[in-house]
Each structure stands twice: as structure tokens, then as C-alpha cells.
């Protein structure tokens, strides 16, 4: 399972991030901010690393481990850039088999990611997709 959160913004330069060496996809920028957001809160994340699709972090806290990745889309939307996040839970095989520790919608990361996101004012079009087979 996995849940999405899409949103426009111009709020991030992406012409000043680190450029992915494995695809040139734009990412890091959003990571480096929501890391900044998430201090002081109970969850700590890592720094952004790139990967084929993006760029990711993981963060654990509240008892839980999660990977956060971010991507845009930079074509055809002048300053503003349409954003895909997407949270994962980490989960141990045990748990995948037996069916436990599912991501559910009611998460506490994403209810704390979404209402960072929802209180920027830089930031619109906002969408939420819960548990995303």
C-alpha cells in the first residue's frame, strides 16, 4: 500500500538541486523542506538520496519506519511544478505475510505531512490518495 499526495507549487527552485545521477527527475528540493518542517516534530528523517523515480528519505518515529519520495513534473507548467509524493511503511516479511502493519489512512506521518503541506500557502491543487494498491 501506498498513499499520494499531488500538489502544485512554485514554492521550490529546482534548478538549484542536486542533479539525479540515475534520471534526470527533480525531487530533492521538497525532501530537503519537509525535513526542515518535521523538526520538532516526534519524526527525524534523513537526508534525500536519488533514486530511478525520484528522489526518497526515510523516517521513522512514533514506533513506525517509512520511505518518503517526491517527484515532478517540470514540463509545460511554467513556475508552477506538479508534485507526486508518496508515502510507504516499511514492514518486516512476517508482517507482509501475515498481513499486519498495513499503512492505513488514518496514519499519524501522513496526517502530519498532509497538514504541513496544506498550511503552506505557497501550495495548491492539493490531493490526497489513501492506500494506492
Known sequence: MVHLIAFD??????????PNPINPIVGESFLVWLRGEL????????????????????????????MVGASADTQGLGAEVKWTIQLHKARSLKEKLLGQNKLKGDDPLLAVIEKIIRSDRDIGSIEVTREVK
Open 39 to 66: 523538526a520538532g516534530t516526534p519524526y527525524d528523517m534523513t537526508a534525500p538520496e536519488a533514486e530511478d523515480w525520484g528522489w526518497y528519505a526515510c523516517v521513522t518515529g512514533a514506533g513506525a519506519s517509512y
Open 9 to 18: 507549487t512554485s514554492k521550490f527552485d529546482v534548478s538549484e538541486e542536486t
